[in-house]
């Protein structure tokens, strides 16, 4: 099994699509196709199966998936480590981030660190909380982005940012034009929340905890797995939501959406780091450009204690 084959088999497992991936890697079809057959035959295992015109991951598929990630970014960290013994000109930086830090924070800090160091790669991929901390604890990503602190004895966690949550709901909605709402109409009422491990969900049901810690459960009516469903769901009067201000406000300010007239707490943006495996002077530039200071080289952890 080379390095090759796990590029291309997860370039069609992302895409399914065996020519879109191909185009993607700058290969021929044919030579994407060599190698995914040549992993099923050596294996004797059926990694895709092909439904219609599309093909799908089989269950060994799923598996091999995770697997091929976390080998392909281990090998590139492997690489980076060996390329900052020179200059910081090259490599490939892996980032994970929440959605709604991913979305509306870190961009800006992504451009201006590839204007610093155009000649660095960052792959950035999106999940919710849970997720990136699995990927930084895993070794996928070297830095995670997410709303709220995670307990986790492997971790650095460092605040980078805040943010402000803000419940909101339809302009015809009954709590609209309320001049102010109780911790009790709030419990009683309807909510349209994201899937279980979102930091945005998981701040907000703490909040509501601290207000009356004895309340039963919100009563969630939808759950939706982004930010941008669950702002479509409230807009289109399913309920209320708790939202970044950010998320909201171009719905706010376009009159689809009032924000209720309730403070809930500001939330802190942290950045996970595993402090067991190489630390990179990439992941560290980064986080100068963000504003927190660097680890010196020298004193940089490199897989021991």
């Not at 000109?89 to 610093?116: C, D, E, K, M, N």
């Not at 399913?238 to 939202?243: D, E, I, N, R, Y």
């Amino acid at each position: 099994m080379t390095l090759e084959q796990l590029r291309i088999f997860v370039a069609v497992a992302e895409r399914q699509h065996v020519t879109q991936a191909a185009r993607a890697l700058n290969l021929a079809q044919s030579a994407a196709s060599h190698a995914i057959a040549a992993l099923e035959t050596r294996y004797d295992t059926k990694l895709f199966d092909r439904v219609g015109r599309h093909i799908e991951l089989t269950e060994a598929g799923h598996a091999f998936l995770a697997e091929a990630r976390a080998v392909l970014a281990r090998a590139e960290r492997a690489e980076l480590a060996l390329s900052e013994f020179g200059t910081l000109q090259r490599g490939t930086l892996t980032v994970q981030a929440s959605q709604t830090i991913a979305s509306y924070w870190l961009p800006r800090h992504l451009v201006a660190f590839r204007r610093a160091h155009p000649q660095i790669s960052i792959r950035l991929t999106v999940g919710n909380t849970a997720q990136v901390a699995q990927a930084v604890e895993s070794g996928i990503a070297e830095l995670g982005f997410v709303e709220g602190a995670v307990e986790n004895e492997h971790f650095d966690s460092v605040p980078v940012g805040r943010d402000q949550l803000i419940i909101v709901v339809a302009p015809d909605h009954p709590w609209a034009e309320r001049s102010g709402l109780t911790v009790a109409e709030l419990l009683a009422g309807e909510w349209v929340l994201r899937e279980p491990g979102s930091g945005t969900r998981s701040v907000f049901e703490e909040a509501m905890r601290q207000e009356s810690p004895d309340a039963p459960p919100l009563k969630v009516i939808l759950e939706l797995p982004s930010n941008e469903a669950v702002r479509a769901a409230v807009e289109a009067g399913m309920g209320a939501t708790a939202l970044s201000a950010s998320v909201a406000a171009p719905s706010v300010e376009a009159g689809l959406l009032k924000q209720v007239a309730f403070s809930l707490p500001e939330r802190e943006f942290h950045v996970l780091r595993h402090r067991e495996r190489y630390r990179s002077r990439t992941a560290d530039a980064l986080l100068a450009r963000i504003g927190i200071p660097s680890v010196p080289f020298a004193e940089r952890r490199t897989g021991t204690r």
